[in-house]
């Protein structure tokens, strides 16, 4: 059974920064492209951000670059997303996927998502 878990997310204030984590189990984690989106309430989710499983090649939306970098341990089966310079705008859920295309909505696996949110 696949499992994703994200934790890392919180409240933090404009200008902070948050490290979110996304550990995996139930496959071979270094053979699979990872990815973070977000998800606002009555949106649907958007991208933020992927890495390939082979030579860890990142690729980011436009609000992210610059901001966010992702990066993955594949010793610890886990990925990361690193946000910096947060805004209220950043406010969402954060989820991790595994198993899809470069910014593709279809994703095979997903987590239940955690939570951020940012004040001005």
């Known amino acids: 059974q696949v499992q994703l878990v994200e934790s890392g997310g919180g409240l933090v204030q404009a200008g902070d920064s948050l490290r979110l984590s996304c550990a995996v189990s139930?496959?071979?984690?270094?053979?699979?492209?990872m990815a973070w989106f977000r998800q606002t309430p009555g949106q649907e989710r958007v991208p933020v951000a992927h890495?390939?499983?082979?030579?860890?090649?990142?690729s980011y939306v436009d609000f992210a670059k610059g901001r966010f970098t992702i990066t993955r341990d594949n010793a610890k089966n886990t990925v990361y997303l690193q946000m910096n310079s947060l805004t209220p705008a950043d406010t969402a859920v954060y989820l991790c996927?595994?198993?899809?295309?470069?910014?593709?909505?279809?994703?095979?696996?997903w987590g239940q998502g955690t939570q951020v949110t940012v004040s001005s």
């Open positions: 996927a595994a198993s899809g295309a470069v910014f593709s909505l279809n994703w095979r696996y």
């Open positions: 890495i390939f499983g082979g030579d860890g090649s990142t």
């Open positions: 139930g496959l071979t984690f270094s053979r699979y492209p």
